[in-house]
Each structure stands twice: as C-alpha cells, then as structure tokens.
C-alpha cells in the first residue's frame, strides 16, 4: 500500500498527546456510556478476550475499563490510561461489577514496568492515538515476557481497499488518528503476527502478536 496513505508522525508529540488528554476529559462520560450501549463497538473490542492467556496481563489505554471488566477476575490484571477521568470511572464501574485491577495513569512511550512482566497485552481501539508509534510498540515489546502475547485492535486501510472501508479509515484520521503502516511497525518490533479485519468493512484490525 502506498506510504502516501500513512500519517506523519506529529511534529510535536506533547502537544498531540495534550490534544487528546483535553478531549477525553470532556466525553469521558459520554463514553463510557456509548461503549455501554453500542453493540458494534462492544462486538468489536470483545474480540480480544479469546485471545488474553497467561497469569499476568496489562490492558493500556483502557478508556473507562469496558473491556478490563470482562477478564479482570481472571487473571492478575494491571491496566495504564493517560487520562484521570477515564481512571476514575473505570474504578468504578470495576466495583460495581465486583472486580479488582492494579490501575495507572502514564503512557504508553514510557511504561512504568520491568522488562518482561506480562504474559499479555491489551491495546483496543487506542494505538492510532499515540503520538509515537515506534516508541509505543518498542515498550508494548518490552513488557512481554519471551512467547508473552500482545493483542491490538485498531483501525487501519481494509486489506482489499474496499471503498467503504477506504473512507472509513480516512475518517478516523481525518479527526485526528494516525493511520500507520502496522506490518512495518511489528515486523521492526519483531512479532510474529496474524492480522484480521474484524469489522467497519475492515477497518478494524485485530493484530494478535507473539514475542519471538
């Protein structure tokens, strides 16, 4: 596919992740209730639980815990968010539904973790809003133990270039995602991976991703 298709990484990676921290104090709300009550969006993120293994897992990004909600008590799980709005209704909608996690705020280009910690980790519908990709996946890595797995969900250019799933992605970026080349940044990164389109006419992307 053509590099043209591609975002740039942002001339100022701060600014960019200022940019995203302000708008999701604003919605957090309206969020957390759109992921409740939107079956596309649920339908799409559930997609990962399958794929969660091992005794430890890390969820990043994880918006208002929807998904860390589902696997929580099953494992020993750790989640890391930017925003503190999102970190405090995540919090609470893990005790109402009587489950436990070791929450964080950070990001992802500078995790607060030892190196190989996890058995898995969980990036859903968030990788697009790094500021810098290269950074992101190297910590993402670094966090893995050898064989650990790492499951990512994003949007990305339809494999067939459907038109539809053309002008979706180019939506997404259009409001600020950036839309990235993800078989080069996994090939540099060094993961064995399997991708499938898993929805919005593949624009959604479900990458599971093994540490060699």
């Known amino acids: 596919m053509s590099n043209d298709l591609y975002s740039t990484e942002p001339a100022d990676p701060a600014a960019f992740q200022a940019k995203f921290d302000r708008v999701y104090t604003r919605i957090g709300g309206l969020y957390d209730l759109a992921v409740k009550l939107l079956p596309v969006w ?25 998904l860390l909600a589902q696997y929580a008590g099953r494992f020993e799980t750790h989640g890391l968010e930017l925003n ?73 250019y339809p494999g067939d270039r459907n038109w539809l799933g053309m002008r979706l992605t180019r939506m997404w970026q259009r409001v600020g995602d950036l839309i990235r080349d993800m078989d080069k940044l996994l090939q540099v990164a060094g993961f064995q991976y399997s991708d499938t389109e898993i929805g919005g006419f593949g624009s959604v992307h479900l990458y599971v991703c093994h540490k060699r």
Do not use: C
């Open 84 to 156: 503190a709005r999102m970190v405090t209704i995540a919090k609470r909608n893990l005790q109402v539904r009587h489950q436990s996690a070791e929450l964080l705020r950070g990001t992802v280009e500078d995790l607060p973790y030892r190196d190989a910690f996890f058995d898995t980790v969980v990036s859903t519908m968030a990788f697009s809003g790094y500021p810098d990709g290269a950074r992101a996946m190297s910590e993402l890595r670094r966090v893995l133990r050898p064989g650990g797995r790492l499951v990512l969900m994003d949007v990305n």
């Open 42 to 66: 649920r339908n799409w993120i559930r997609h990962a639980l399958p794929h969660i293994t091992g005794g430890r897992v890390l969820e990043v990004s994880f918006g208002t815990g929807y």
